[in-house]
């Protein structure tokens, strides 16, 4: 019996350090990568230093959702065909959830992880967030106003999200440098309602707008 007690006790063990120590768990989580990174070379992607099968992504391009084991990974990226890591950190993911990796390069930074929400508007809206990483304006945060000239998103960081807000279906946003009174762009998108999205800009000249539809 006291030998029984004493393997049961060393598998315990066994278990909590390996769910402490960044492993993977059970199930899967849904990941999109993306490359926000203007001037890029296409990126090979890097799991627990084993390169994927995922096809080497450019600036914009992205995996799409891809069922990944749920766990703490190091994920790194590479010039195709090369040893050099651009960027290496941690994919931090629960199973059956959603999020949205983004290589930014940099010297800083250099990714960014969001968990990406699928819960539809109690008020039948759009639900949006936003991310800065356009190297252009990386000096100055990014405020986004509606038709109205109201302030939604206030000073946004340069590769920093904010939190998921409501707009009306079809609303027009207007994107700012905070300090500035002329606009960056104007956006031309059909939001739709109980629809949740993640907008970003990016780019090294004249900021380029992406929508991505999270359900």
Do not use: W
Request: aromatic share 12%.
């Amino acid at each position: 019996m006291n030998h029984i007690f004493k393997l049961l006790l060393i598998a315990l063990l066994f278990t909590s350090c390996s769910s402490e120590d960044g492993s993977v768990t059970s199930g899967t989580a849904q990941v999109n990568i993306i490359n926000v990174l203007e001037g890029s070379a296409k990126q090979d992607i890097y799991f627990d230093d084993v390169k994927s099968t995922m096809t080497p992504l450019g600036y914009l391009e992205s995996t799409g959702y891809s069922a990944l084991p749920a766990g703490n990974r190091k994920i790194e990226f590479k010039n195709t065909g090369t040893a050099f890591v651009n960027s290496s950190s941690s994919l931090r993911t629960t199973a059956d959830r959603y999020y949205t990796y983004f290589f930014s390069g940099g010297s800083q930074n250099t990714a960014l992880q969001v968990e990406d929400s699928r819960t539809p508007s109690a008020l039948n809206n759009a639900r949006i967030r936003f991310i800065h990483f356009s190297y252009a304006n990386q000096n100055t945060g990014i405020t986004v106003r509606n038709a109205s000239d109201v302030a939604l998103i206030s000073n946004l960081g340069f590769k920093t999200a904010s939190s998921y807000i409501e707009v009306e279906p079809g609303s027009i946003l207007r994107i700012f440098p905070s300090s500035g009174t002329t606009p960056l762009l104007t956006t031309n998108y059909n939001f739709l309602a109980n629809k949740n999205y993640t907008l970003f800009i990016s780019g090294n000249g004249t900021p380029t707008f992406t929508v991505l539809v999270n359900n």
